[in-house]
């Protein structure tokens, strides 16, 4: 990539190279992730100009067969996507509902209730991306963003260990930013271009993504401005992975929705925006001391939901017990008496447990009562 050097373009000098790099464009595959729109602000060059040295910078990338072509056959996306990376989860039951594990090229949202897994899953999968090909890694590294300062070496440490793999050198491959507010969580990713190609980063997790976005914007008044930075976040990590051929990971709270009585009792926050944004979307729910993931408006994945565990581990099958095992993978068929099983596991980040007793449409059993919950047996 050495040769995709930003004055290799007609049209930028020097200077304009320097107040590129100054924003965290050093080459050509940057120029593409950043857009016209950015690259005009960026540099102070008219929108026209940036429109022309991004669409040569487009027209290079495609010459080299680095990105597609604007138009293409089907056959040519069919081959594309045949290429397409997967890393597995180490788990029978969560590959399987990802098809074979997080696709590069792709962003994926996982989204729940608080303790329910997420940032448990976004650790494992900074070790699975580490394993060789045949066993289902990338032989690549991680680019952690973490938003809540919930990322902990020392759990690393013990799911290598588990896994047989040198603690050492999977810490190694991960690299985290720990972003302290949202503008600082989009600069991340702004400058994330060499970190990403010096690394050989696989995986890109955000944990969460939405988090400082939700605590710094409050309010009705606030909800359009954050909508846009939040929009603007996520397009970035969708074109990075596509750019750079990663698996992008994000994470999501949960809202309770107590107004919703057909379909799901939980929205993810953030909305439209992350919703429509991500490839695929992953419900995960606490079910006692299980914990069930949901495939949700997957292109296509057929949508079903799978029983996992979390362990030493990180993410595992659950154990196997025959009674178990025979209901471990079904296929959802959206009832009522699931829906009220959702809301009855009262999914709500802590700050809202009190407005969701109030308004849940049945009682709320306390979390153990779950074990026992309908809808995973
Ligand atoms: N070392 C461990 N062994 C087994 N389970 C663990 C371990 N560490 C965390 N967990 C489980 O993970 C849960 C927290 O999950 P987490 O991923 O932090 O949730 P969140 O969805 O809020 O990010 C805990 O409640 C516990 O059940
Ligand atoms: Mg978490």
Do not use: W
Request: charged share 30%.
């Amino acid at each position: 990539m050495e040769d995709l050097r930003l004055d290799s373009l007609e049209g930028v000098g020097p200077v304009t190279t320097k107040k590129l790099a100054d924003a965290g464009v050093h080459n050509i595959m940057d120029l593409i992730v950043r857009g016209p729109v950015e690259i005009a602000d960026l540099t102070g060059m008219d929108k026209e100009t940036a429109e022309k040295i991004v669409n040569k910078a487009r027209q290079q990338l495609i010459e080299e067969g680095l990105i597609a072509r604007d138009f293409e056959s089907a056959t040519d996306i069919y081959k594309r996507r045949q290429d397409i990376d997967k890393i597995s989860t180490g788990t029978d039951c969560l590959d399987l509902l990802l098809d074979g594990g997080l696709e590069t090229q792709a962003l994926t949202e996982v989204y729940g209730e608080f303790a329910c897994g997420k940032t448990q899953f976004c650790h494992t999968m900074c070790v699975q991306v580490q394993k060789p090909k045949d066993e289902g890694g990338l032989e690549g590294g991680t680019l952690y963003i973490d938003t809540e300062n919930t990322f902990r070496p020392e759990r690393i440490v013990t799911i290598a260990k588990v896994h047989g793999m040198d603690p050492e050198k999977v810490l190694d491959n991960i690299i985290v930013a720990r972003a302290y507010n949202s503008a600082h969580q989009i600069l991340i990713l702004e400058e994330s271009g060499p970190v990403i190609r010096e690394n050989n980063i696989k995986l890109i997790i955000v944990d969460s993504a939405v988090g400082l976005f939700r605590a710094e914007y409050l309010g009705r008044g606030t909800l359009a401005a954050r909508q846009q930075k939040l929009n603007h976040f996520v397009h970035l990590l969708s074109r990075i992975a596509e750019t750079y051929n990663c698996a992008a990971l994000a994470t999501n709270q949960v809202m309770a929705s107590p107004d919703v009585f057909f379909g799901d009792p939980t929205r993810p926050i953030g909305g439209n925006v992350v919703a429509h944004t991500s490839t695929y979307r992953i419900y995960f729910k606490k079910s006692g001391k299980k914990r069930i993931a949901r495939m949700v408006d997957s292109p296509h994945h057929p949508e079903q939901e799978v029983i996992f565990a979390l362990t030493e581990a990180g993410v595992a099958d659950p154990e196997e017990d025959t009674k178990k095992k025979k209901t471990a993978f079904k296929k959802v068929e959206p009832k009522k008496e699931e829906i009220s099983a959702l809301t009855e596991a009262g999914v709500a980040d802590p700050e809202e447990g009190t407005k969701k007793k109030n308004t849940a449409s049945k009682k709320v059993e306390p979390e153990k009562e779950d074990t026992e919950n309908k809808n995973t047996e």
